[in-house]
């Protein structure tokens, strides 16, 4: 552990030139006599490190020099594709791996390609979940992972939608995928069917010890995107007419799916000053739900079935709202 924090330190001088001894403590999450010995561990062992007193001091290695302790560990390599997601890293285990990768990259870049990826560091910034909800909690996500890295089978409970609601399943775990702060895990079982299990629904997992092969060619990011779009297509079962006032029509991408809003950019048509627009749709019930959340600023014109159903909401709340207290109410 102590030969690690030498060499993080090392590693943050030379990366960043001269610190103090208090943001060297900060930044290895120890104290400052911790780092008082450890500077003078590296000194004695001939790194020319030197330091200076008073505001503008501190600690820095001489002009020139470049320690060759750079190579990634196994680990810090596997880590590299989440550099931009600390927060997965973090659930994956590999949060301390992750930093310690883009330090050694830091330190073994040239002066000015340091310099640009430093501002590139401060200048953008990835935040994988989606607005208005928390990443989805997964504790079982660190044993699905090892069965992952090592290619080993993974015996599960899984919690699903239908009967029956909890199942046992062997898997053959092909990959791990971060959707909007959730996690999915794409894996096939005794069929050799490819499916897709949401982590945070495993209720127990076991690493079985024992390899598998996975199929010739998968390619996990091709397969995630055929499947999404394997899914919308069986998602929507059928269609809707509608029309929306103009100020609907300018906001409706932010009350419905990117499917169904691409879906009104096509079909809009003029309706005297309306605007009327063909969308699919889940289910009637579905689509009630959807299309009332936007008020006076739609209008359902087809199927008969969905325009009854936002009729019979509207008359519930109109009668809730202007008529006698419903039994039960707080008026009541």
Request: glycine share 8%.
């Amino acid at each position: 552990m102590r030969a690690s924090r030498l060499v993080s330190l090392l590693l943050l001088l030379q990366s960043r030139g001269r610190m103090t001894a208090q943001a060297l403590a900060a930044e290895l999450e120890v104290s400052v006599r911790t780092i008082y010995r450890d500077v003078e561990s590296l000194h004695a062992s001939g790194v020319p490190l030197y330091g200076d007193a008073g505001p503008a001091g501190g600690y820095q290695l001489l002009d020139g020099y470049r320690t060759r302790l750079t190579g990634l560990t196994e680990q810090e390599a596997e880590s590299l594709f989440l550099a931009g997601l600390p927060g997965a890293a973090a659930d994956l285990g590999l949060g301390d791996a992750v930093a310690a990768a883009q330090l050694k990259l830091m330190a073994a870049l040239p002066s000015p390609m340091r310099d640009r990826a430093a501002r590139m560091a401060e200048r953008f910034h990835l935040d994988a979940p989606s607005w208005y909800s928390d990443p989805e909690r997964s504790p079982l996500l660190s044993v699905v992972a090892d069965a992952v890295w090592r290619e080993r089978l993974l015996e599960v409970r899984y919690r699903r939608w239908q009967a029956p609601e909890e199942v046992t399943r062997v898997l053959r775990p092909l990959g791990l995928v971060l959707k909007a702060g959730r996690w999915y895990l794409v894996a096939s079982g005794s069929s050799e069917r490819i499916s897709t299990y949401r982590v945070a629904q495993i209720r127990e997992a076991s690493v079985v010890d024992e390899p598998f092969e996975r199929p010739a060619g998968f390619d996990l990011a091709a397969h995630w995107a055929a499947s999404l779009e394997d899914f919308q297509s069986r998602q929507y079962t059928g269609e809707a007419v509608v029309r929306l006032t103009p100020r609907g029509f300018e906001s409706f991408s932010s009350y419905v799916l990117p499917a169904v809003a691409r879906a009104a950019e096509r079909s809009a048509v003029d309706d005297g000053g309306w605007v009327r627009v063909t969308i699919p749709i889940e289910s009637v019930g579905h689509a009630t739900g959807m299309l009332l959340r936007m008020g006076g600023e739609v209008e359902v014109l087809e199927p008969e079935e969905l325009r009854a159903s936002v009729t019979s909401v509207v008359r519930e709340l109109a009668s809730r709202y202007l008529g006698s207290p419903v039994e039960g109410s707080p008026r009541a």
